[in-house]
């Protein structure tokens, strides 16, 4: 049976966003079955691209403007080059890129059978000295290896239970089509009041109701990331309740948003100066946002440290 042709990617339009999908993950999980639904879908796909060269491959993408859709494949074959990858991440989530991180992982037990099944070695498989078994060791060292990756990740998939039939239509079904891929991304920046409002804000929370710890000696020299400053202000019952209605009001409005094709969120958090608690509730939202499914970023305007 002769192979099916596969759609080819779509073309941007001039000046059209570029979504950037970067899969990585465990050997053994499944990338290279994914990697060809994102093709199939679609998207130009790349297959172990050196991490040295995203930026440089990302910015030529850009310029030729052929391709609206890119996905890549970035992993354990890179070595300690990979300890890079989130140092890169960062840069390009401040880029104007839509990117998500997509990590896939499995079971050991799992990942063990696979690799017996193929015949090939794992990637960091030695033969230790203590006879522990070569794939099961080399798994265990990746995971740690991948760690800090896996924890930026946009989503962690576990393919343990699905074999490539099913590992193709949940990628197809849940992922691209339902709109997890691409999604919206979301900034929260705190701010000064005294030094204007941020001029790309989209929603902006004024937080100058709350005690102010600039007022406590103790308390002015440090910022509202610290422990001390953020137990002042969450020692408050106020803080509680405008955290949990801002809380049900952003997990309200950002599904609208998607739905509606809307790209960025940028939600301001103001104080007077930027410094506590302004900078306090943008963390806070944070890791609201973050158990809400979401995965933004943070910048403090006027802090200094």
Do not use: W
Not at 34 to 47: A, L, N, P, T
Request: proline share 6%; net charge positive.
């Amino acid at each position: 049976m002769p192979a099916r042709p596969r759609p080819r990617a779509r073309a941007a339009s001039p000046g059209g966003e570029l979504h950037l999908v970067i899969i990585t993950g465990l050997s053994g999980s499944g990338k290279g079955s994914v990697v060809k639904v994102f093709e199939d879908s679609g998207y130009y796909c790349v297959d172990n691209l050196p991490v040295g060269l995203l930026r440089r491959f990302i910015e030529l993408v850009r310029q030729t403007g052929e391709f609206q859709r890119v996905a890549c494949v970035v992993d354990i074959r890179e070595g300690h080059r990979l300890e890079t990858l989130p140092k890169q991440m960062a840069e390009l989530r401040r880029a104007p890129v839509r990117l998500t991180l997509l990590f896939l992982e499995a079971s050991d037990d799992v990942i063990m059978r696979r690799f017996s099944e193929t015949r090939r070695p794992h990637p960091l498989a030695r033969r230790p000295s203590d006879g522990v078994n070569r794939v099961r060791a080399g798994i265990r060292a990746e995971r740690r290896a991948l760690a800090k990756i896996r924890a930026d990740a946009d989503l962690v998939i576990d393919t343990s239970k699905f074999n490539v039939h099913e590992l193709r239509a949940f990628i197809q079904e849940r992922v691209i089509q339902s709109g997890l891929v691409p999604g919206l991304r979301v900034a929260l920046t705190s701010f000064g009041f005294r030094n204007g409002l941020p001029s790309d804000a989209d929603l902006v929370f004024d937080v100058r109701f709350l005690p102010n710890p600039n007022y406590i000696p103790s308390l002015r020299e440090h910022s509202g990331r610290d422990p001390k400053v953020a137990a002042y202000i969450r020692s408050f019952p106020q803080t509680q309740e405008f955290l949990q209605r801002v809380r049900d009001l952003l997990a309200y409005l950002i599904p609208l948003y998607t739905k509606e094709g809307k790209s960025y969120l940028n939600i301001a958090v103001g104080c007077t100066g930027g410094r506590h608690r302004s900078v306090f509730i943008a963390e806070a939202l944070r890791r609201e946002l973050r158990r809400l499914g979401f995965r933004p970023s943070v910048e403090h305007r006027d802090l200094r440290s």
